[in-house]
């Protein structure tokens, strides 16, 4: 009643106005004295004796609500929690896939963590995937994600793209497919680790038509100046900088920012990168050789080979780093296998890199273990010590041991290799008859005449110092030679004027002045030894120069005169040494070189040797013709004073 609602209204405010507004909705109840009808903003009633502000009434309602969304938010975050560490602690796919028959707790992101869990796990036990993909279960779970693939989170997603193939699901399917869709569209908004460690998987997946790859490779161009981590740079210059040459660059850009901070193993793996790819970036490398030698600790055994592996692929000569990898290989030497060893050699020799107590360890471990060596390994090792012409201090058992090993097994050996042990047995001068009859016999140098490859050009040249050998260093025996006519014409590359060096172009132009004049000298030689000449003059016995092209020239394939030499007279060959014939430690010849010394010398040539390293020093012309007349006097000299004590 009105008198009630009045009472009401004096004790209690708020409850009595909305007893009113209820009434008012239902039937036309008079409002009380004292309460205006109007609506709440006209009510004058007295004041709240409730501290603070008071709910209205739809607010009341509304906090229930939220109130019981978030008990339902809560207990659900509880429930994927809990499935999330059943997933994690699964320990066989049975459990997955009936962790899958959850219902509605399994949504997208659940599914996805089960099926790489599941491919986890049957990578680990090796299981057969084609069990698991017939299971209804596991479909279950795909239809899970691919219904709500949009909300997968970037992980998740991420983890699902290397486990669907995995586990047998073709890339051309349509659930990969479509993960790969996905990840297209989120390209732009990946992380850069993680875009990281996408591009680096799908490098490892090979060739393929998806077009994520390209997009991946060219989010990462753009986005290189993020790159702050230096494993990250060192793993996509080695697993995707091959892909991508822009890329690769803007990575070495980076490591040559970050190479302090490189620590050991990063640093092999950096410079193995660069082997591999054939990028002789020089900055980066000097940086990185700078770098490795500032650590004080002992390096570890992978990193001295492959970083010896890694510089021999480059041609980067460090003597410092070579130095110390040299110094701290030896004390292992014994603890590696045939191979290291083998490969070891192959790389100081490219490197042309002598350290004699280092080779002298590798001598005594193929004598230590001449069984487990095999025969291509100990031949690389040979070759590698005819390069740095290198003699083991134990020459008479080695070669002994080698002999031993290649009797009756020559067949057996590709025929550049059994050209290349040869050659080495001649540098060493350990040439058998029977090894050097196997090679010079016509049946084995016909096959390398009609081939025009670099390995079989390398090959005849080296079968002319072979024949050179058995001419002039090989008394007693007694054939097969190489026939005449195939003798001569090897040098011709070397009188392309373009491609001359300048120590090459230097000994040309200073030539002539020295030695009289262009009628008394015979420049650029050929001679059926395999070994070319810069110039070559014949001088009387009171050592003046006589027209060279009148007289016979044995050293010739086609000679142009027929006059035999003057009683007295003698022949002066003016040889050049570059750089590369050198050894990378000091002025020593290496093998070639001192194998063409033996056999000019022992052709009767008195030798003017002219190095790089005097030569290039004088820079006047007058300098050079003085320097050249000085050599030519010292070999006479020499040569008179030989004979005069024999």
């Known amino acids: 009643s009105s008198q009630d609602a009045a009472a009401l209204t004096q004790r209690r405010p708020m409850a009595a106005l909305l007893v009113l507004r209820c009434c008012r909705r239902l039937l036309p109840v008079p409002a009380p004295p004292g309460i205006p009808s109007a609506g709440p903003s006209l009510f004058t009633g007295p004041p709240c004796r409730a501290e603070g502000p008071q709910p209205r009434p739809r607010d009341v309602e509304t906090s229930v609500t939220y109130r019981d969304k978030k008990d339902n938010g809560t207990e659900q975050q509880q429930q994927q929690q809990q499935l999330r560490e059943m997933i994690r602690a699964a320990s066989s796919p049975q459990e997955l896939l009936q962790l899958g028959q959850q219902g509605p707790g399994m949504g997208s992101n659940l599914a996805a963590l089960a099926i790489a869990r599941l491919a ?14 017939g299971d209804p279960r ?21 983890q699902l793209l290397r486990s669907l193939p995995a586990l047998g699901l073709p890339r051309a399917g349509r659930q990969v ?7 297209l569209w989120r390209l732009r908004r990946l992380p850069l680790r993680q ?22 490779l060219r989010k990462l161009e753009l986005r290189w100046t993020e790159l702050d981590g230096t494993r990250t740079v060192v793993t996509l210059m080695a697993k995707v900088g091959h892909l991508s040459p822009a890329l690769m660059e803007r990575l070495e850009d980076k490591a040559l920012e970050l190479a302090e901070q490189f620590d050991t193993d990063e640093l092999r793996r950096a410079v193995l990168a660069l082997a591999l790819q054939q990028r002789r970036s020089v900055p980066l490398l000097r940086a990185l050789s700078y770098h490795l030698l500032q650590k004080p600790a002992e390096l570890p055994l992978p990193v001295l080979t492959d ?91 080695f070669f002994s041991m080698v002999q031993e090993r290649l009797q009756g097994q020559e067949q057996e050996l590709d025929m550049h290799l059994l050209t290349d042990v040869v050659w080495s047995l001649c540098v060493l001068q350990q040439p058998q008859h029977t090894h050097l009859g196997q090679v010079l016999g016509p049946e084995f140098h016909t096959r390398l005449r009609g081939d025009t490859s670099p390995r079989a050009q390398s090959s005849w040249l080296k079968l002319l110092h072979i024949n050179a050998t058995a001419r002039l260093e090989a008394p007693g025996y007694q054939g097969p030679f190489l026939p005449p006519e195939v003798l001569g014409g090897h040098g011709d590359k070397g009188k392309d004027k373009d491609k001359a060096t300048p120590l090459q172009r230097g000994l040309r132009e200073a030539l002539p002045g020295a030695l009289g004049g262009h009628d008394l000298v015979r420049c650029d030689v050929s001679t059926v030894y395999g070994w070319d000449m810069d110039a070559e003059v014949v001088l009387d016995s009171d050592n003046k120069p006589l027209p060279v092209r009148d007289f016979t020239a044995p050293h010739l394939s086609h000679s142009e005169g027929t006059k035999p ?69 010292k070999a006479l000299a020499s040569d008179t004073a030989t004979s005069t004590a024999t």
């Open 120 to 133: 986890q796990l049957s990578l680990q036990q090796r299981l057969d995937t084609e069990g698991i993909r």
């Open 195 to 216: 875009l990281a460690h996408l591009a680096e998987h799908l490098a490892g997946q090979g060739p393929q038509d998806s077009p994520l790859l390209p997009e991946v």
């Open 177 to 183: 497919r479509s993960v790969e869709q996905e990840v």
């Open 307 to 397: 970083l010896l592996f890694a510089y021999s692929k480059l041609s980067f000569q460090q003597p410092q780093v070579l130095h110390r990898l040299s110094l701290e290989l030896l004390p292992h030497l014994g603890s590696l296998s045939p191979a290291q060893v083998s490969r070891c050699a192959r790389s100081l020799a490219s490197l042309r890199w002598l350290s004699r107590p280092l080779a002298e360890a590798t001598a005594q471990y193929c004598l230590d273990h001449s069984q487990d060596l095999s025969l291509a390994q100990l031949c690389g090792i040979l070759v590698s010590f005819a390069r740095l012409n290198f003699q083991p201090s134990s020459s008479e058992e």
């Open 565 to 633: 030499l003057p009683p007295g007279a003698r022949r002066v060959a003016v040889l050049r040494w570059e750089l590369p014939q050198f050894s990378s430690r000091g002025r020593d010849l290496l093998g070639r070189g001192s194998m063409a010394r033996r056999h000019l010398r022992a052709a009767g040539f008195l030798l003017a040797e002219v190095p790089h390293y005097e030569f290039l020093e004088l820079k006047l012309e007058r300098q050079r013709v003085a320097y050249l007349k000085d050599k030519v006097a």
């Open 138 to 158: 596991f479909m279950t779970l795909l239809g899970a994600v691919d219904a709500q693939i949009s909300q997968v989170w970037n992980a998740p997603l991420l």
